[in-house]
């Protein structure tokens, strides 16, 4: 139901309101204002007061109803970050922070964009830096595992030209027990609020790796494993920071229950509903285990 009137808002226009996001509505057949309301997040009164309606039993069909405090955007063809912005009365900025928008000159029709930026904005922990001394029968690999961080941050943080050469007796900045990269050498781009079918938004970011890349888990937290028909071989972490990780198409599970940072959960593949395409895990952010939010910031920070 509610997805149906997302979709209905694909026709949506934009009117000045009190400089609040706000969007119109065109009443259809069988619409009442509190389904309505309740659709587009907002209440029976708000729409009442914009719309200076005397009588709230009585709408009609074909009115069109500004809706006060619409929090999301479909993609038009033809628009712009721009012209999206002075349709829906907020910025450029706001809506490239809002949607983890780095190139604004990338702009698919059909994705759905917040509005304003979300409550639950997610942060993630990117660690701290302590110094380590290398002793004798170190390997970079050994001390990148005992501090929870990856092979690669300690070999860009040191500048180290050889990952098999390092000197007894150096010492390495660590960034350790930060928020790690769950598939390392994966690739993505920003595919959040991407359409998919039935009128459903993508709510996470796709990272493309070959069948059987390791996942690890980006935080300490409690595993869950899931199987089902879309998610196929899924992951619901609930990770020590407060969050909800969810990783889906998984060709194989690695390990369950409690996990350290770095740990090796599972295997990308394209099971569930993704069987035959390119293999990738979809993976999700619930910031404080509730709200979706965009994870490409984060990724791109963690798997640069
Ligand atoms: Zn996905």
Request: charged fraction near 15%; hydrophobic fraction near 40%.
């Amino acid at each position: 139901m509610k997805r149906n009137f997302r979709r209905i808002a694909a026709c949506i226009t934009a009117f000045l309101m009190l400089g609040a996001a706000s969007s119109s509505y065109a009443v259809k057949n069988g619409d009442t204002l509190s389904a309505i309301a309740n659709e587009f997040d907002t209440s029976v009164t708000a729409i009442v007061e914009a719309n200076g309606i005397s009588n709230p039993n009585r709408i009609y069909v074909g009115q069109e109803l500004v809706i006060p405090g619409a929090d999301s955007y479909i993609v038009q063809p033809g628009d712009t970050l721009e012209k999206v912005a002075t349709k829906t009365w907020t910025t450029v900025a706001v809506l490239a922070e809002a949607n983890g928008i780095t190139n604004p000159d990338l702009l698919y029709v059909g994705t759905q964009l917040q509005l304003a930026i979300p409550a639950h904005t997610f942060e993630a922990d990117t660690g701290s830096a302590t110094t380590y001394v290398v002793q004798a029968g170190d390997t970079v690999g050994g001390i990148a595992a005992r501090h929870k961080t990856t092979v690669s941050s300690v070999v860009e943080l040191n500048r180290i030209a050889n990952p098999n050469l390092i000197r007894i007796g150096s010492t390495l900045v660590i960034n350790g027990a930060g928020w790690l990269c769950p598939v390392e050498g994966g690739t993505f781009f920003n595919d959040w609020g991407f359409p998919r079918s039935g009128g459903r938004f993508h709510e996470g970011n796709d990272i493309f790796a070959p069948h059987g890349t390791p996942i690890v888990a980006p935080v300490s937290g409690t595993l869950l494993q899931v199987v089902g028909d879309i998610g196929g071989y899924q992951f619901n972490l609930e990770g020590d920071d407060g969050n909800l990780y969810i990783g889906s198409h998984m060709d194989r599970f690695a390990t369950d229950g409690y996990v350290q940072t770095g740990d090796v959960i599972g295997y990308v593949g394209d099971s569930g509903n993704a069987k035959g395409s390119r293999p990738h895990l979809h993976f999700e952010i619930h910031a404080d285990g509730e709200n979706p939010v965009n994870p490409y910031p984060t990724l791109a920070e963690a798997c640069g």
